[in-house]
């Protein structure tokens, strides 16, 4: 059976680990304070859709998940289930 995608599995995985750098190298720059949109990591390496855009996707939960974490602050001492 032929498979979905468009390009050979090698060369998927080659554009899904592109991505996940990219997608990485983003998260760090906006963490150093660097206001970096989506859609300017995109029209730089659009060669990589659709996967950059899943791995941006993923990279701005963990940023909204430290971002509420920084927020909530630290948890009582003893708060903590073991």
Known sequence: M????PCPPDRRTDRVEGARRL???WLRRRALG???SDASVIAGHAELM???GLELR???LIEAAA???LRSG???PG???Q
């Not at 032929?2 to 995608?5: C, Q, T």
């Open 58 to 60: 993923k990279a701005r």
């Open 34 to 36: 660097e206001d970096l």
């Open 67 to 69: 971002e509420e974490a």
């Open 79 to 81: 708060d903590l289930q």
């Open 23 to 25: 997608a990485l190298q």
């Open 50 to 52: 659709p996967e950059l």
């Open 74 to 76: 630290p948890a009582p």
């Open 2 to 5: 032929p498979s979905s995608s």
